[in-house]
Structure formats: structure tokens, C-alpha cells
């Protein structure tokens, strides 16, 4: 493996026009190879040394450093495998501790290396790609591979690529604070699996994203892909949902494939960043149009029809069997001046266009790429450099030679009509992406604002003095207080047992609604003292019987790798059937609160259909909000649910209807309980 | 034009190792072209001709025809554009009656032409693919010519090729017709947009899919792309949700890119087609592992984990680096040898296997090739040949000879291990989709077996006549008739208008629930008639009270393309919101009832959970194919919907709550009336 890292950064340095640092070989030998000079330790080469690349066996690798370290060499890429990500734990914490030691900074292990084109300096066994604007930065090696493989297939540029395998000591989140201040880097391709520090990862994919747009792969969507990375690199996954929320939070773009990503990637190098949603088809064939504007609706592009006026000036020079729609079809007879002349009126309209050409053998498919390349200059001149033409030429092996010409020429070609228009809604995405990356991801954590409740009714005065709306309640422990309070609150009643013992209250019949007068409290009352016999009973809270409001509930939990997550959705069958609901890392401003609220399907029910009064909105994101700052005020908060809570009409705010709260304590406490004594005895 | 055909042809020729028939020139002056002899009539070449193949200018193909005919010329393909795809039907028209009076069959106008390999015949301007398996049958010529560059690219043998274009004459009809039946073709690829007569359609497509998978792509899904195949072919494409289940309920296998049809194409020449669902991934490289199997898991397939002893029989020969879920990753020191004896472990136990390598330079995947094809062999031999062994061996421009290699001896490769686990998903399907292929799609239509009713008195009357249960139920027309009926029918009821001009009867407040006694009745019957006066009031229908059912809706409606239509679902929000409705060409068995109820994602609430019971499921499935028969033994019906139906528990049936019936007269009826006396007038 030395042999062929030598190779490669020779051959790397070979293409470079300026003279590039020399390359020594350390092995027990002292042997030289492909005419670099041999040491037997990286200390005896006498000159100073920028970066050691360390191919050996893993035992070996501490020494290494060390020798590194007395050298004074500052940093190391570890290309060598057998560390945590097999298990070898205690060999990856002594890797940590001799660089350490040594004062000395690295990625990997288990790493296929580090490029930086600027420097020829190719480290590295995947394909040594072209100079360029992307930086690639992945956990997997073969990942990386694949982009740097298409990237010279395709002719993409690349600025820097690292691959940092198990980030025993640079991660993601140091190669991302980098890439934000990297000046020859403009577009950022990351693929995770797991990430360690979920808000550092947040707080630094903002700082990139405010600057340059993040195409993101994040693995292990499914349980399938998430044993994988387990068993890959040694760490757990998060809730695939909460890793979706997280990257949306923080203005990056996430694709599903590496294809994507790297359409995206080389789309964006291109094209404006401020670029809109409107896009025209120009095509000389009907089918492929066709596919590409079903692709473009479903991305969420507009593929409208031109207005009166773009088409009567398309009708000016095209014959009247070309269709005007969107695609706009130019049929096997378009020229390239035709496609000049569509696409220079389009551009007039719309925010960018697609020049799709299927050409057959005998097409002259030069000319078609001469007519879009005017065009796209064109634009670049006569606009304000915010439109975008791109190209779908295509068969490869015919057009070869017209997609060199095109991309010369900064317009990007894609593999089909539909890869580019699923590129052009990306690069449409970043804009709005970025504006709308959340609030900062690292808040300050109050001092404990007191001690966390148990009971239900100690847990809405708590909700009360949080700023959170809890109906009137009263606690009542006999039989007169439950009187005293269902006459002052007014029939008909909620009564709801309390112990603490009792987690899951309607599941044992401690919940009773439309309690209606005296008689039925005093034998409602009984009913529940019984449940709650044996079982710490304490009383019960009485509320008033709320109806005619929409239920919806608001959720907040702890992700391993993201801290409080907050989720709202309108619970039941919603959340059962339809998984209807949003997350967002807590805590949230009112304007992501409202995102959030639209992001569901049923939000329509909040806005009012089928008769029903429009919701108070307003209201619920402010409570949004409050609730999910509430992790941060009270560090011992674990999990806190209240569902229902009912949502008035505009103007009328809600009420929370029930809450759950989980500390750590009573966490621990709750575990204990059920080994001794299980719930379903309480009854 | 002419001048490439006859170049094209003649290069396919020139490949054929026996003769080929000679090519003949016609053109106004006679003249003949690369070595070809030309005549200026057909009628003089004076020697049999099997086809011609017209690239003539529009206005002179009748004429042509003509010529032909005189000749005796019984097939064409005609090339030449102009006609009804640029709204010149009338052109088109004269080239259908010429050819009619020729005696003549032609595909086209408007196409890219036809191939048929076996026969070295290749009058298109596509490019020529290599012969093979595949039938390519395309709406859009361009799309057909990209399947065959990648045909050509990718080694993917061709039977036939046809653009039917304009299918002015031939159609996809009569070509899946012809393919059923061709020994040549084992898999047919089709492309459509629109399809002229739907049920004809779907007959001829359950004739092939019976005996070989048809892999399908209907463009138009969404809006934008379903205005641009109105332009491209003329033809407005009918609802897409109406073609998906007719596309299923032929045995046919949908697909949304070209790409997906070539893979989808690749896989089926290769592999069994009993494959079953659980797959393992073996690969060097764990990212394109993980995204593999997240792929996997998302398009259906069984991506388990291997078991115990599996797991053991590859520990023996695996080193303890090398992850052994699943996927299962040998990491880059994988040998030929490792992937032979891995995926042979894993497919005793597995029904297909992929392995991926993604290839650095310096790797040696010749030999990882000779190992995977090892495994394939052995599969073959060991087992009932009911196993699949598939590769994803990238990137292409590194491992070009191994994929080849592969493909020679009957592994697949494909793009991306994505595209492999996408492309077995397919076939695992298959077996299934031609299984399920639905009853006969053209029922013979009964003699109109009575009058079709109007009001809803007489539409329930009729349902309970054709087995579709309804409640009891009165029709009053006076006061004393209402209180009669009220208490026969025992209080609480329901009372709703009946009047032949209100359709709406809830808008108007029509429908009056839970009257509960001879004084609320009277009243609101009063309430009713003077809702209903000016209306043609008639009376009041009365039902009985129920509560406590599960509401669904069964709908029926016409296809301008398929003709009936039979919709189900829960209704309310669950239709307008999440349109979780599900659709089935009229009419469907007991089989088809099932999967189309378990379709919707609400069918959880009919199987009973959170505490409800579970649905008389059996009774909803009988009620659903006597529905889905009604338009066939009523042929006026024109519109029905059963909304709200109730559904009660297991074993105790179902009721129509409310009818609509829309006859064809009817709703020429209510168009008529909507000019003359607005709805709202009623009021």
C-alpha cells in the first residue's frame, strides 16, 4: 500500500507546473522506493516534514507518531484499518494518546487519504480527480472514491478531499469549520453515516452554509442502513428523522444518492446561488421533455407554460409544428440557432432553462451545443447573472464531444432531462435553505429554575409558570374537596387520578370525562381511589370538560447524538397511521415553529376546512417555543409529552389537556419500580 | 432522411453473416443512392417488396400509399412527421384511408422507425443495437432511440424496436398482441404516454404479462408533464392514478425513469423469474454497502441480517475485521476468493445475492470478477437455478474489462449498487404482478336490466335489488306519512330531503340527524318542505339512527380511457387530505377487493386498533365486486358514490348511509338545469 501511495503522489506532483516538496520513505529498512530516498525513522530525514502518511500495521502506528513527533511533524493522514472500526478500541485510544503526546493532529485511521489539488498533493488510492471548486468530505473512503472517479469521468473540478474513517482526531465538524474559510473551495459534498457531537456538527454545517452551499448524503436511512453503520463504523445512528431535521436546521442539502450529489455538486459550481423555481424545457424529442417536466413537478420546480407573449415570440421563428407548452419541443428538426433564439426568449421569463438533446447518430449535435452555449452567454450578459441554462445531451457515446464543448463553456450537462432538473431544484433549495437555518443550536443552559414536578397537577402549575396555557384545575385529596372544587370549576368535570406510581392513566380507567354533577363525582371519586388502592394514590385533579377543540400534541425527547428534539403533530390516529408529525432540534424560533406547523399534512385541519374555524396559530407557536426552551431551563427534563392539547379558535389560544413528564430521576425511579413491583398489579 | 435510412440499413446488413434482401430507392426522379437502385414508383421495381419505409414530405404519403398498394406492398413504417401531433388530422386521416384502400398495415407517421436484429433489419436513425431478448416498443421515438444507445453502450441484446409514433394504424395494442406470441422476445420494455382504448390495452398487456414481464413507463404523471404529452401526441392522457391500476392490474411492472427500464430490462434477460425477496450485499467498501442496503430496505426487499450459522460459515474463512451483517463487508482486502465463497454461503440461505465493488486503480477486480462469477455458477448448478447473483462493479471507467467479463457469463452489473437492489426488486415482483393480474378486463355488458333510479328513495330501493345492503328506510310525503314511518322505524331517525333538483342535500341543510320524537319530527319536516319548495320537493326519506360504525366511501366513475372506474377509502379527511383512496379498473373480484381495501393506508382502522373492533372485512370485499359490477349491467350509470357506507364489526355486515346517482341523461339533465335555475335559488 506505501508502494502504491508513492506512485500516486508522484504521479500527481508529475502534472504539477510549479516544483512540489519532495516525498521520503520511512520503513524498519530504511529502503528508498520509485526513487524516493529510504529512513528507518521519519526523525533521521533531516528536513522538515509537512505531513506523514502512515501506511503500517496498526501495533505499529503509536511508534510511528512518536518518530513523527520527535521530527516535529504536525500532522498525519493514518490510512491504516483494524481500529475501532473492527472493534480495536484500546489500539485506536493509544493512536489518540501518542498523537496527542506528540503534539501532533491527524485523520483516520481507517482512511483512504486526503487530496488538495492546489498542491498536487494526492495521499490517497482513489482516481486523482481534476483541479476545482467542491470540496469532498466523507466517512466512507469508497464513497469519496466514487465522487473522485466521476469527477474525472465527468470533468468536475475538486479543491480538497478527505476521507477521516473513524475521526479519532479530526472529524467532520473540524473539516467543516475549515472548508467555511477555505478560499478555494465554493461548494461542499459530505457524506456521514454517524456523526459524535450532533451540535457542533449543527453549529459548524452553519457556518459553512451561511457561505457555500452543503450537499449532504446522511446513510442509514432505514433500519437496514443502520445496522450497516453500526457494524461500519463502530457508532449508532440517531433517529434518521431527527438526523433529516438537524441538516434542514442548518441550511444544508440533502440528497439520497452519490449521483445526486454529485449532479448537485457540479450544478452548483455553475450556476447562480440565488437562482428561482421557474424552468422551461427546450427538447427535440417529446418523451424525454415529457419526463423531465413530471421530474421537475415532482422536485417542486414550476414547469408552467409560457405566457402569451414568449410564445408568440417562440411562434416568430419556430414552425407551427413545434408545441409551445413547457417543454417547449423543437422537434428533431431543431437547429441550434432555433434553441439559441427558445432559450434567449425563455430566459426572459423564467429563472433557468434545460436544453435537452437525444441525438442520433446522424444529428449534428455540435451545432445544438453552439446554439445553447449563445445562449446561455447571453443570459450571463444581458441579465444580471441570476439566470441559468443548463443541458441534458445525451446519448454518452454520441455526444461526447458537444457535452466537452458545453461544459467548457459553464453549462453544465446532466445524464437525463431529469437529473438536471433535479439539479436546478437544489441549487433552487440553497437560497431559501440558508435564510432559513435556524437559531443557534448551542444555547446556554440555565441554572436548574427549580425542582422538576412529578404529579400531574404539580406538573401544570409547572407548565403554568413556564408560560404554557393549563386549564383551571383543583387538586382534591377526600371526597368534600372533590365537591367543593367540581361546584367551584362547574359541572360537567374532568377527573383524572394522580399517584405516582401510575404513569399511563386511561389504561387503568383513571380518566373520566362529562363527570355531571354531585353524585356521579362522589361515585366517580371511589372509583378512582380503588384503581389507585395499593398503588400511592394520591387524589385527584378535577378540570373543567373542554370540547368542540382540535387536539394536536407537542412531544420533547432526547436524541443520543442531538440533545431535547421537540415534536408537534395532532396525535392519534395522525401520528399512528400517517406518522404525521415534525421534529426539529430544540430549541426553535417562532418562524421555524411555524415551518414546523405547515410541515405536517393535516396542518390543513389547523387552517380551517370542512367548516371548521381556522385555529389559533399564532398562539400555538409561541408556545412552540416556550416549550421547547424548556430542556434548557431545567437540565434534569428527560421527556415531556402533552397530548391532547387543545387548540381554540383563532383568538382563543389553547389549553393543555394532559402532560407526561419524565426526569432523570424519576427515570431511574420508574425502571426500579417495575422490577419490584409491575404496574398491572396496581389494579 | 431517406439518404441515413438507406446508410443505416445497409451498415446493418453489412453485420448479417447470411444475405440480406436488397434495398430499393423511390423518389420522384428515379434516382438511386449508395449503391442502391432507384425507381420513381414503387409499382416499377418489379420485385416483391416486404416493406416500405416512407420518409417522404407529409402531403405525398397518401400518395405513396397509393403506389405501394398498386404493388402489393402489404407493410410500412412511415417516418415522415407533420400530422396530428401538429393538429393536421385531416392529413392524417387521408394517410389512414390510403392505406385502408391499399390493403395495407403501417406504423408511424411520426416515428423513429423499426429494428428487428434477427433479421439484420434496422430502418430507424437510431443507433443499432446488438440482438437479444429485449422487445423495445416506444409512444416516443427519442425515448425508444435512448434505450437502444444504452443497449449499445451497455450490452443489452435487442429482439425488436418499434416507434409507432402517431399509431395512426398499429398500436401498442396490436404490437404487445404480436409480442405476446414472438419466440425472439422474453421481456418487453414500453414506453407510452397515452393509449387509445383502455381495456383493449390492458387485455393485450395481461396477454403478455401471463407469459413474459412487461416493464412499463406511462409519462404524464404529474400536471405539467401531462399538458406536454397532450402537445406531443395530441392525445389527452387520462388521470394517472386510473393507468397505475390498470398498469397493476395487468401484471405489469411501472417505472418512473429510462434508466429503471433498462436495468429493470438487464435483470430480467439474466435472472429466474420466481426470485423471492431477501437479499444479501456483499462488498469491499462499507458506504456504498449502507446506501445499498437503505435502497434495498426502501424498495421492498428483505435485507435480514444473516443467521447464526451463516454467520458462522463465514467467520471461517472471513478475518475478524470483516463486518458480518448485511451487508456483509469484506473491507478492501477482499479477494476473489472471499466474494466466491461469501455470496456461496449466503445464497443457501438468500434468494439473490449483489456484489459491489467499488474499485480503486490500483485493485485487482479482474479478479474479484472470476470470483463473483465463480458463486453465479455454482448457484446455478447447486440450486433449482431459482437464485440471482448481480453486481455493482464500479466505477466504470476503472473496472470496464470485469464488467464485461461479468456480463459474458451472466452477471449483471449495474451503475450503483442502488440500481442493482431497484432492479431486483422488480423481478421479485413479478411473479406476483402476473399472478395477481385481474379478472377479465372487457365483461360482457347485460341488456339494461331495468330503469336507473333518480331520487334516493328509489336508488336505495335499487341497491338492496342488486345486493348491496341498505337500512330500512320510509319515503313520506305528508306529515302524518313522517310520523307513521318515524315510529315504525323507531326513534331516534334521520331525515333527509328528497327532491330531483337538489344533489347537495347537506349544503342546502337537507339532512337532519337524531330526530328523536313525533314533535321534532313534524317540525322537521316543515323545516325540510320549506327548504325543498321551489325545488320540486317530493317528501322525506327516513332512516333509522346509526352510530358507532366505521364510515367508508365506495365510489364509481368513467375513465375517458378505461371507461369504469371503482374507487374505496375512508373518506373525509382521509381522502381529502392524504387522497388515500384506492382505484381499480371496473369490475374486480373478491381478490382484487382485498388488496384494493389493504391498500389504503387507513385499512389499520378497519382491522382494529386502538381499542375498536375489527371490520366485517368479508362484507365489505362481496359488497365491493357486486359495486364494481353495477356500470356493466346498468350501462347508463354514469356516476355513484356510497358515501357514508357504515362498515360494523366482524360478522355483522355493512349499510349504505347515503347514494348519489349520476346517470348519463341525468347529468345532461343537471347541466341544463344549472343555466336555467342556479342550485342556490332553491333556497
Known amino acids: 500500500m506505501g508502494y502504491e501511495l508513492i506512485k500516486q503522489m508522484q504521479a500527481g506532483g508529475s502534472d504539477a507546473r510549479e516544483e512540489v516538496p519532495p516525498i521520503y520513505v520511512v520503513n524498519p529498512k530504511g529502503q528508498g522506493a520509485l526513487g524516493a530516498p529510504g529512513y528507518d525513522a521519519v526523525a533521521k530525514i533531516g528536513a522538515p516534514v509537512d505531513l506523514a502518511v502512515i501506511a503500517s500495521p496498526p501495533s505499529t502506528v503509536p511508534a510511528v507518531l512518536r518518530d513523527c513527533g520527535e521530527a516535529n511533524v504536525v500532522a498525519a493522514a493514518i490510512i491504516t484499518a483494524g481500529f475501532s472500526e473492527v472493534g480495536n478500541d484500546e489500539a485506536e485510544r493509544g493512536v489518540v494518546e501518542a498523537a496527542e503526546r506528540s503534539g501532533l493532529r491527524f485523520v483516520g485511521p481507517n482512511c483512504a487519504g486526503v487530496v488538495n489539488t492546489s498542491h498536487y498533493l494526492y495521499p490517497t488510492l482513489e482516481t486523482r480527480p481534476p483541479a476545482?471548486?467542491?470540496?469532498?468530505?466523507?466517512?466512507?473512503g469508497a464513497i469519496g472514491g466514487m465522487v473522485l472517479a466521476w469527477a474525472k469521468q465527468y470533468r468536475l473540478g475538486i479543491s480538497k478531499f478527505v476521507s477521516y474513517g473513524n475521526a479519532a482526531d479530526l472529524n467532520e465538524i473540524d473539516l467543516l469549520r475549515y472548508l467555511a474559510d477555505d478560499p478555494e473551495t465554493d461548494v461542499i459534498a459530505l457524506y456521514v453515516e454517524t456523526v459524535g457531537h450532533g451540535r457542533r456538527f449543527m453549529d459548524a454545517l452553519q457556518t459553512c452554509t451561511r457561505r457555500k452551499p452543503v450537499v449532504v448524503i446522511k446513510a442509514g436511512r432505514t433500519g437496514a442502513g443502520q445496522r450497516a453503520t453500526l457494524s461500519h463504523t463502530g457508532s449508532m445512528a440517531g433517529a434518521d428523522r431527527v438526523y433529516d431535521a438537524a441538516?434542514?436546521?442548518?441550511?444544508?442539502?440533502?440528497?439520497?444518492?452519490?449521483?445526486?450529489?454529485?449532479?448537485?455538486?457540479?450544478?452548483?459550481?455553475?450556476?447562480?446561488?440565488?437562482?428561482?423555481?421557474?424552468?422551461?424545457?427546450?427538447?427535440?424529442?417529446?418523451?424525454?421533455?415529457?419526463?423531465?417536466?413530471?421530474?421537475?413537478?415532482?422536485?417542486?420546480?414550476?414547469?408552467?407554460?409560457?405566457?402569451?407573449?414568449?410564445?408568440?415570440?417562440?411562434?416568430?421563428?419556430?414552425?407551427?409544428?413545434?408545441?409551445?407548452?413547457?417543454?417547449?419541443?423543437?422537434?428533431?428538426?431543431?437547429?441550434?440557432?432555433?434553441?439559441?433564439?427558445a432559450l434567449s426568449a425563455l430566459l426572459e421569463r423564467y429563472d433557468a432553462a434545460v436544453a435537452i438533446n437525444v441525438s442520433t447518430p446522424y444529428l449534428d449535435h455540435m451545432d445544438l451545443a453552439r446554439g445553447v452555449c449563445q445562449a446561455a452567454e447571453e443570459a450571463a450578459t444581458v441579465t444580471d447573472a441570476d439566470k441559468a441554462?443548463?443541458?441534458?445531451?445525451?446519448?454518452?457515446?454520441?455526444?461526447?464531444?458537444?457535452?466537452?464543448?458545453?461544459?467548457?463553456?459553464?453549462?453544465?450537462?446532466?445524464?437525463?432531462?431529469?437529473?438536471?432538473?433535479?439539479?436546478?431544484?437544489?441549487?433552487?433549495?440553497?437560497?431559501?435553505?440558508?435564510?432559513?437555518?435556524?437559531?443557534?443550536?448551542?444555547?446556554?443552559?440555565?441554572?436548574?429554575?427549580?425542582?422538576?414536578?412529578?404529579?400531574?397537577?404539580?406538573?401544570?402549575?409547572?407548565?403554568?409558570?413556564?408560560?404554557?396555557?393549563?386549564?383551571?384545575?383543583?387538586?382534591?385529596?377526600?371526597?368534600?374537596?372533590?365537591?367543593?372544587?367540581?361546584?367551584?370549576?362547574?359541572?360537567?368535570?374532568?377527573?383524572?387520578?394522580?399517584?405516582?406510581?401510575?404513569?399511563?392513566?386511561?389504561?387503568?380507567?383513571?380518566?373520566?370525562?362529562?363527570?355531571?354533577?354531585?353524585?356521579?363525582?362522589?361515585?366517580?371519586?371511589?372509583?378512582?381511589?380503588?384503581?389507585?388502592?395499593?398503588?400511592?394514590?394520591?387524589?385527584?385533579?378535577?378540570?373543567?370538560?373542554?370540547?368542540?377543540?382540535?387536539?394536536?400534541?407537542?412531544?420533547l425527547s432526547r436524541d443520543p447524538q442531538f440533545g431535547p428534539v421537540v415534536a408537534f403533530g395532532l396525535g392519534g390516529i395522525y401520528t399512528e397511521i400517517w406518522q404525521d408529525i415534525a421534529l426539529r432540534v430544540a430549541p426553535i424560533d417562532q418562524d421555524e415553529a411555524k415551518r414546523m406547523m405547515s410541515e405536517i399534512a393535516s396542518f390543513r385541519l389547523l387552517e380551517g376546512v370542512r367548516g371548521e374555524p381556522r385555529r389559533d396559530l399564532d398562539a400555538l407557536a409561541e408556545v412552540l417555543v416556550r416549550f421547547s426552551e424548556l430542556p434548557f431551563r431545567y437540565p434534569g427534563l428527560c421527556e415531556i409529552d402533552l397530548n391532547p392539547v387543545f387548540l381554540f379558535p383563532e383568538g382563543e389560544g389553547l389549553l393543555v389537556g394532559d402532560v407526561r413528564v419524565i426526569t432523570e430521576r424519576a427515570d431511574h425511579e420508574r425502571d426500579a419500580e417495575k422490577r419490584e413491583t409491575k404496574e398491572r398489579h396496581c389494579r
Chains 1, 2 share one sequence.
Open 247 to 341: 441538516l434542514r436546521q442548518s441550511g444544508a442539502l440533502r440528497v439520497e444518492s452519490v449521483e445526486e450529489m454529485f449532479d448537485a455538486c457540479k450544478a452548483f459550481v455553475n450556476l447562480p446561488r440565488d437562482l428561482g423555481r421557474r424552468v422551461a424545457i427546450v427538447t427535440n424529442s417529446g418523451g424525454p421533455g415529457v419526463l423531465a417536466a413530471d421530474r421537475g413537478e415532482e422536485v417542486g420546480l414550476d414547469v408552467a407554460q409560457p405566457d402569451p407573449a414568449t410564445q408568440e415570440a417562440l411562434s416568430e421563428f419556430l414552425p407551427g409544428h413545434c408545441a409551445l407548452g413547457n417543454p417547449i419541443d423543437l422537434t428533431v428538426q431543431g437547429t441550434g440557432a432555433w434553441y439559441r433564439r
Open 389 to 555: 441554462v443548463v443541458a441534458a445531451f445525451l446519448p454518452e457515446r454520441i455526444v461526447a464531444e458537444s457535452v466537452a464543448y458545453l461544459e467548457e463553456r459553464g453549462v453544465p450537462n446532466f445524464a437525463t432531462g431529469e437529473r438536471a432538473v433535479a439539479a436546478l431544484s437544489l441549487v433552487s433549495q440553497y437560497q431559501q435553505a440558508e435564510a432559513t437555518a435556524g437559531r443557534d443550536v448551542i444555547p446556554s443552559v440555565a441554572d436548574r429554575a427549580g425542582p422538576l414536578p412529578v404529579l400531574e397537577p404539580e406538573a401544570m402549575a409547572w407548565l403554568d409558570k413556564n408560560g404554557i396555557p393549563v386549564p383551571p384545575f383543583r387538586f382534591a385529596e377526600t371526597e368534600n374537596e372533590v365537591l367543593e372544587s367540581s361546584r367551584e370549576l362547574g359541572y360537567p368535570v374532568v377527573m383524572k387520578i394522580v399517584s405516582p406510581q401510575i404513569l399511563h392513566k386511561s389504561d387503568v380507567g383513571g380518566v373520566i370525562l362529562d363527570v355531571s354533577g354531585d353524585e356521579e363525582a362522589r361515585q366517580v371519586f371511589h372509583r378512582l381511589a380503588e384503581i389507585g388502592s395499593g398503588c400511592d394514590f394520591r387524589g385527584v385533579v378535577i378540570y373543567p370538560m373542554i370540547e368542540d377543540a382540535q387536539e394536536v400534541l407537542l412531544g
Open 132 to 140: 476545482g471548486r467542491v470540496a469532498v468530505v466523507a466517512q466512507s
